[in-house]
């Protein structure tokens, strides 16, 4: 009965992955302030690491685990740099 039911759980996962990305999507595209894109941005990237997670998972590669640690690195590194500028107005001192 598990064997059944994986399939059929990370498939639904990747579906409800792929339409939190749009969600996240529209409010980057229409966010009514620069703190609102970011975080849309930084929820983004962490919906495409576990989507890579899911399919690391379907196909048994680890090649998608690997990827998805590199987007977490430099999401995270975005996310810093992006809050830092917005605080202010410079990324480097």
Request: no cysteine.
């Amino acid at each position: 009965m598990s064997a059944a039911l994986l399939p059929a759980a990370i498939t639904l996962a990747q579906l409800m992955l792929v339409a939190a990305m749009g969600l996240y999507l529209f409010r980057m595209i229409r966010g009514p302030r620069a703190q609102d894109r970011v975080i849309a941005l930084d929820a983004f990237y962490i919906s495409g690491m576990l989507l890579l997670i899911t399919l690391g998972i379907r196909t048994g590669s680890t090649l998608y685990f690997e990827a998805s640690v590199i987007i977490a690195l430099l999401g995270f590194a975005t996310t810093v740099a992006l809050a830092k500028f917005l605080m202010r107005g410079e990324v480097v001192e």
